[in-house]
């Protein structure tokens, strides 16, 4: 499984596959990262992707901008660690 490193917060937390997304883990590890709709449709819980890519299991209609992902519903794709700039 990934690890998620949340770069800025200095966490690295470990992806279990039970979290719906980045964003939920993020707040079990007690991160307080922006968010709004948390459906995919308002774009304010994008962070910018340093490394590794995502996954939108259940898609999207908001589009980030280049290079960022929505963190309330991406998870990793594949094993790789994904680092986050939050
Ligand atoms: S919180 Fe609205 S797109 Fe993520």
């Not at 990934?2 to 979290?19: D, L, M, Q």
């Not at 993020?26 to 449709?41: A, F, K, Q, T």
Request: aromatic share 4%; glycine share 12%.
């Amino acid at each position: 499984m990934a690890n998620i490193v949340f770069k800025k917060s200095g966490v690295t937390a470990p992806w279990t596959g039970n979290e719906e997304s980045i964003l939920e883990l993020g707040e079990i590890h007690d991160l307080d990262l922006d968010y709004g709709c948390r459906m995919g449709n308002c774009t304010a819980c994008q962070q910018p992707i340093l490394s590794g890519e995502v996954d939108y299991p259940n898609g999207h209609t908001g589009e980030p901008d280049e290079g960022n992902a929505l963190l309330c519903c991406c998870q990793p794709k594949g094993d790789a660690d994904l680092v986050i700039g939050a």
